[in-house]
């Protein structure tokens, strides 16, 4: 029986939404007929309490990858331990979810395991003997390439946010047999490794938030932000910008939302001023809901958002904020 890896990524043993969606993409494989089976890998023992929910998600199996580098993220460490199981079990197929992370343990393991690695991808076009007909998106989004990977094991990254990270409604209610894998890393393995962890933020963050007041050239100036941080506030949500704000020195780089940036997925999203360029799309394209507030009716944001507001920023955000002060007022 052939197997697809599915990297299941995780933060000292919490899963982000994303972690879900490399599962979706492993299913997505088997439906076009690669592997008859879905192993999820689980590094690091602090992990191994996730491994009871991933039968729910098409997993048969999981594995359980201990060693004493591994009980936080290491890159390198992360992607020899991959290599070490491609070795042992000659999958048809190793994926990951297209996260910096993903993505970064995938390159690894593939340079170590001498194969071909194909990231985010967005279709699984069609399947060979011993070839993968493939779309992938490049260059931050701005274009979609198809390729043809030959391979005897597949590495791929599923762009995020395009497979399923839902549990899989054909496995409800299943479990899967959990192994544990005992790697034995080279001391070359660990050459990164995470020392310090500072907090940068609490609470919401610009990543969870529901709700992101995000403000672009269009803002003016550092203070021009004080109407888009009230009404962050005022709805529980976050701030975010965009590049020409964080090269102007008005926001902090954790701020900014792009190529270059953080990718986030709010409910809903408030670009106040930004024209929206690609690279900063590609940050926030997976928002639910999106709002745009430009005084250019043609801008590429209002073209593209679900909801617009032609007028100037600073004269439409603090007559929101007044609005939603009034109608909370009892
Ligand atoms: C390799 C690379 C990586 C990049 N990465 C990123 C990235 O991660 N994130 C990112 O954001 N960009 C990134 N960029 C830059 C990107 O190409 C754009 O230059 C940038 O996003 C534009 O920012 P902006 O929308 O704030 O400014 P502009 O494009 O100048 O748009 C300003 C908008 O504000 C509107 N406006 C002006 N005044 C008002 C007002 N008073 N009220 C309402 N609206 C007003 C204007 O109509 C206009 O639409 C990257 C570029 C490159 C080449």
Not at 49 to 71: K, N, P, Q, R, W
Not at 110 to 130: C, K, Q
Request: hydrophobic share 45%; charged share 20%.
């Amino acid at each position: 029986m052939s197997e697809v890896l599915a990297i299941f990524e995780h933060d000292r043993g919490v899963a982000a939404e994303t972690s879900f969606q490399s599962l979706g993409f492993a299913r997505a494989l088997l439906a076009a007929g690669v592997g008859s089976s879905i192993t999820a890998v689980v590094i690091g023992a602090e992990a191994d309490a996730l491994a009871h929910d991933l039968g729910a998600y098409g997993a048969s199996s999981v594995v359980l990858i201990h060693h004493a580098e591994l009980t936080d993220y290491a890159p390198e460490a992360w992607g020899e331990a991959v290599a070490e199981l491609i070795a042992l079990r000659s999958p048809a197929a190793v994926v990951a979810t297209g996260t910096d992370r993903g993505n970064e343990v995938l390159a690894y393991a593939s340079a170590i395991a001498d194969l071909p690695f194909a990231a985010n991808v967005t279709e699984i076009r069609s399947v060979g003997d011993a070839s993968l007909d493939l779309t992938r998106v490049r260059w931050g989004g701005s274009l979609l390439e198809r390729s043809k990977l030959v391979a005897a094991t597949y590495v791929l990254s599923g762009a995020a946010h395009v497979f399923d990270g839902e549990p899989s409604p054909d496995h409800i209610g299943a479990t899967a047999a959990t192994e544990t894998v005992d790697a034995t890393l080279p001391d070359t393995a660990a050459r990164t490794r995470i020392t310090d962890r500072v907090t940068l933020s609490s609470g919401i963050t610009l990543t969870t938030a529901a709700v992101v007041v995000s403000g672009g050239r269009g803002v003016g100036s550092a203070e021009g932000f004080a109407p888009l941080v009230e009404l962050a506030d005022l709805l529980g949500g976050a701030v975010g910008c965009s590049r020409v704000v964080t090269n102007n020195g008005w926001r902090p780089h954790s701020d900014q939302v792009g190529q270059t940036g953080k990718r986030i997925a709010p409910e809903l999203y408030i670009a106040c001023g930004i024209s929206g360029a690609i690279q900063h799309w590609v940050g926030m394209m997976a928002s639910k809901h999106v709002l745009a507030i430009n005084t250019d009716g043609e801008a590429n944001m209002v073209g593209k958002a679900e909801y617009a507001v032609i007028g100037d920023l600073h004269k439409i955000l603090p007559a929101v904020s007044a609005e939603i002060r009034k109608r909370r007022t009892p």
